[in-house]
């Protein structure tokens, strides 16, 4: 196994933990949820947060940063890097 392929998997597990943010954001967690909700938080925001910052609120306030975080990080980073580890052979 490469460590490309771990860093690949690393990605799109993030991309997942992401994802379930997001969706957790659109209830009101509760108990347990809510703890799982705030780890999630601690992991996404930081990088969630570089995009808030660049991509504004549309409509009625519809926050569409995170979708953006994900395209980058699936279409860009994850490639990227991949690529950058294969041509050092790793």
């Known amino acids: 196994m490469s460590l490309a392929y771990i860093v690949s998997q690393a990605i799109s597990f993030?991309?997942?933990?992401i994802f379930a943010y997001v969706i957790m954001s659109w209830f009101r967690p509760r108990g347990v949820f809510f703890d799982l909700y705030k780890v999630l938080g601690t992991l996404c925001e930081p990088y969630i947060g570089i995009f808030r910052r660049i991509v504004p609120l549309v409509g009625g306030g519809i926050d569409f940063s995170p979708m953006v975080a994900l395209l980058v990080l699936q279409?860009?980073?994850q490639p990227?890097?991949?690529r950058i580890l294969l041509s050092l052979g790793l």
């Open 80 to 82: 990227l890097l991949v």
């Open 75 to 77: 279409l860009l980073v």
């Open 14 to 17: 993030y991309g997942i933990l």
